[in-house]
């Protein structure tokens, strides 16, 4: 018979506590959740992979209404109809950065991408804001969504440039 088959070592606290025995659990810490953190992967939440991970996401999103209803957003913006096919190339855009930094290990370059793209988006906007006929408003939220998404890449940029691969 093993003398000491009734202990084992308490991951949380260090401590030996006796196992099977309810006057000892009592004495076992469980670690507290803290705001920012996601207890299954155990990694903050804003940490560079995970908000580049929903950034790829909100990509291939973006890029499958881009592709799938170019003559809608088109309509809404107020451009011509002939805009739909550069509208449909650009969420074809969208979605290959999306999957480049899903599929990637180091999803910095994908972020990166996605800043050029915002910077075509915007200068896209632009002309699209001077043409005559464009619904000045529709662009201009266009412009403030795009700005917006601009500053998560940038912050997104950040965090992976500082955090170890």
Do not use: Y
Not at 2 to 19: C, K, Y
Request: aromatic share 4%; net charge negative; glycine share 12%.
């Amino acid at each position: 018979m093993i003398a000491d088959s009734t202990t084992v070592d308490s991951p949380l606290t260090g401590e030996r506590a006796r196992a099977f025995e309810p006057r000892h659990a009592a004495s076992l810490v469980l670690p507290e959740t803290r705001p920012g953190w996601d207890p299954g992967t155990e990694r903050r939440i804003d940490d560079g992979r995970t908000l580049a991970r929903m950034l790829g996401w909100a990509s291939i999103g973006l890029g499958a209404a881009e592709v799938l209803a170019p003559e809608r957003i088109a309509e809404t913006l107020g451009v011509d109809a002939e805009s739909a096919g550069f509208i449909r190339a650009m969420g074809l855009r969208e979605i290959a950065q999306g999957a480049m930094i899903l599929a990637a290990d180091d999803p910095e370059p994908g972020i990166w991408a996605r800043l050029a793209g915002d910077a075509l988006d915007i200068g896209a906007l632009g002309v699209a804001l001077g043409r005559e006929g464009s619904r000045k408003g529709a662009v201009l939220g266009a412009l403030a969504f795009v700005a917006g998404v601009t500053a998560l890449d940038a912050l997104c940029a950040k965090h992976l440039r500082s955090q170890p691969n």
